[in-house]
């Protein structure tokens, strides 16, 4: 036996609990891991409370992202011992996640960690700081360069934007951060940024096209907020879409699109391929202020795992969580 979250569905009603797990009852997999540590990002919260379609199968563990180590493989590229994570792959959707201490895991979706970093701070960064990096990726593809004007992070004060923050003022990008908690000032300033914006800016409807603000745009929130960061983009610029945090709907026009040359790029992290993933985490090893980490980020035991689900949606958590499993 095993502990562990385990959210259920019986006559179309949604159960959770933190409970005893049969090992007999892990799903398939070449790889057995003891699971040390793992996070709470949206998608966990809505599986955890039952606000959003995250789960598709049941029962099911939570938790897209993990990192721990190897107990048995019947793979010849991992060993007993050796340290590995994971994210996303549909793992907390379709196949039982990291919130519990033992995952039954594809070894095809596992990595060994980077040069210097430890399972904790990978986790610390999960799948928030991996989406940044990509964001900035395809940025970068673009052409943009800190020369070429400002970038605006959005939902600034989460996971996805403060590791955005931080990554682009250490490339030596100009950062303006929105954000709906403007008490979060000086935190978001110690990241990096140099402007901060409130939200209620981006939040409702706005014009086809806006003033000329920023060169490029990480954005997490989607809904108006997208739209607005769309239309007040420079001629040419580029807008990474990685969140829906205010909604799934895109109530824009394409004047941005056709009058200045906008490019609109969609991150997705799921389904990256492993030569990228390693791209993202190897960039992400190079450019982080490992003492900013530290600031982003702090731990919450495993059984807190629903709390910390619930303190996300009431606006009660900045940055990461990184959920303690084991050692």
């Known amino acids: 036996m095993f502990k562990g979250w385990l959210i259920d569905k019986i006559d179309g009603k949604q159960s959770v609990a933190f409970t005893d ?44 992202d993990l990192a721990g180590h190897v107990e048995t493989s019947s793979d010849p590229a991992f060993k007993p011992g050796d340290e590995v994570f994971l994210n996303g792959w549909g793992v907390g ?10 995952a039954s895991l594809k070894a095809a979706w596992l990595l060994k960690p980077p040069t210097g970093l430890s399972l904790r701070q990978i986790m610390a960064l999960g799948t928030a700081g991996y989406t940044a990096m990509l964001a900035i990726m395809a940025l970068e593809k673009h052409g943009l360069k800190p020369g070429d004007g400002p970038i605006l992070v959005t939902g600034a004060s989460g996971g996805v934007g403060g590791f955005s923050i931080s990554f682009l003022a250490t490339l030596g990008f100009q950062v303006i951060a929105s954000t709906g908690r403007l008490q979060e000032t000086d935190y978001l300033k110690s990241l990096g940024a140099s402007e901060i914006i409130d939200r209620a800016e981006l939040a409702s409807p706005g014009k086809p096209l806006g003033r000329e603000r920023w060169a490029g745009a990480i954005d997490s929130v ?35 699109f056709i009058l200045r040359g906008v490019t609109l790029y969609g991150i997705d992290s799921v389904y990256r391929t492993n030569e ?50 084991g050692s």
């Not at 996070?39 to 563990?61: C, E, Q, S, W």
């Not at 993202?280 to 731990?299: C, F, G, K, M, Y």
């Not at 009431?314 to 969580?321: L, P, W």
């Open 93 to 102: 959707e379709t196949h039982w996640g990291g919130l519990a201490e033992l």
């Open 222 to 256: 989607g809904g108006h907020t997208l739209a607005n960061v769309c239309a007040s983009t420079r001629y040419e610029g580029a807008v990474a879409a990685c969140g829906l945090a205010q909604g799934m709907d895109f109530p824009a026009t394409v004047a941005p």
């Open 21 to 64: 797990i049969d090992e007999a009852n892990l799903p398939e997999g070449d790889v057995r891991v003891r699971v040390a540590y793992s996070t709470i990002n949206y998608k966990d919260a809505l599986a955890l409370t039952g606000k959003g379609p995250v789960v598709r199968h049941f029962p099911m563990v939570p938790g897209v």
């Open 276 to 325: 990228t993933r390693r791209v993202a985490w190897d960039r992400i090893a190079n450019v982080l202020n490992r003492q900013q980490l530290d600031l982003i980020s702090h731990e919450r035991p495993l059984a807190q795992a629903l709390q910390t689900a619930e303190d996300l949606f009431a606006g009660a958590v900045r940055g990461r969580v990184i959920i303690t499993i």
